[in-house]
């Protein structure tokens, strides 16, 4: 486009004569732009400079642990709320640095299990693994002097609210730990007459939505914690009671490990391993007559014909590993 | 027509992925074969947690569908015939090694000296 290339380069050429012709005013600051900058300050931002220089003072620079929320005009707690024209929104509390230390004293020093110190402390199961492991890799990467993003922790910490945990007493649950997943099975509505005599139970109510379905007593993450709760309503002493429930929740967590045990051992029965100079190559026995009555069932192994693999389109592109190795 | 055990290229450019199939040798590479009887993942990998520099292949084979095709007269290509020979299904053929020697040429082929 020649006349148009033309026409800018005049332009600008204008510009820059103007800017030449009048050196007092404020100068161009993109060459390419024609359109001085404002000279002056936008009603806003005077506003802001003269706020920050009264009541944002005490802003400037954060000062204690709790991080410093700007107030409301509302006058309401504020303790939570970052941005005050959304009250609505609430940070959500996060575990300080000694509340994970003392997480992972228990577990790894002490030697407790997993379900008993979210039991104890309130933190949802999979947090507490998350945070062994995590804090497994800080003290790696101290033993190795790796560098640690201290200072960003530390800021990060600074505006989020936090929840301390006293190791030697009673603390306040950080987070509903009994939570359970909604099972598809249970979506349903049912019509399902029983006598009025009957003792309909959970495990009755599971049984009607499905019969493998499991009662939500069984499903929940601590149904140990259920059997402790109906032995001190029998009577038992509270010390004993969650005694029982220690052994209880260490006798599961073993199960759990002999599982992935007999798990692993069962994945190594099936593969053969073939050394070669280069490489390891890995051979696992399957069924591959096991394709289901079309021939074209989901567990079959290897890139399957005539179905469109869907790995590229859209919302099916798994970013967030779900698992760990 | 001759049936052949070989490998069928699936996965994205750059990134092979095969399907160790059994079909026709006629047919196209990735057509429908008689049957899929493995899978063989040819890039590296290492084990998670692992920085030993030592890295392994996946391959799954359903070695008693591999032995019945052999059985039957299937011919494996040569990569799914060293495959095969890892796991003893067949027996590895190896590259000749020996020093290479011209054969003896006749006297008749040697060049011939003209005396003056």
Known sequence: MPPAAASSIIRAGAGTARCVAQPSQVPV?????????????TKARRLFRAWERADGRVFRRHAGEKPSYLPSRRREDDTDKPFPLNPYFKSARVLDERAREVVWEKIMRDGETIKAVSAEFGIDIRRVAAIVRLKEVEKDWIAKNKPLAKPYAKAVLSMLPTHRINPNQSNEP?????????????MQQIF?????????TREDAAEAFHPTLLSADKRVPHPELIQMEREVEQGRPLWDASERFKQAVMESERRAAEKQVAKTIHEEKKTTRVNTERF???????????VGLKGRSRSVVGWRYGTPHDDRSKGHQIKIPTSVP | MVVKIRLARFGRKNSPFYNVVVAHARTARNSKPLEVIGTYDPIPRADPYDDSGR???DIKLDAIRARYWIGVGAQPTDTVWRLLSMLGIMEPKYR?????????????????QNSP
């Open chain 1, 29 to 41: 600051v993109a060459s390419f732009s024609t359109t001085a900058s404002r000279p002056k300050f």
């Open chain 1, 174 to 186: 950080f987070e509903a730990i009994n939570e359970l997943h909604v099972h598809p099975y249970t």
């Open chain 1, 192 to 200: 399902w007459p029983t006598s009025e005599s009957r003792h309909f």
């Open chain 1, 280 to 290: 390891e190559f890995r051979f696992k026995q399957f069924n591959s007559e096991n």
């Open chain 2, 55 to 57: 890295l392994h292949k």
């Open chain 2, 96 to 112: 000749n090694t020996e020093p290479r020697i011209p054969p003896v040429l006749p006297r008749e082929a040697l060049p011939q």
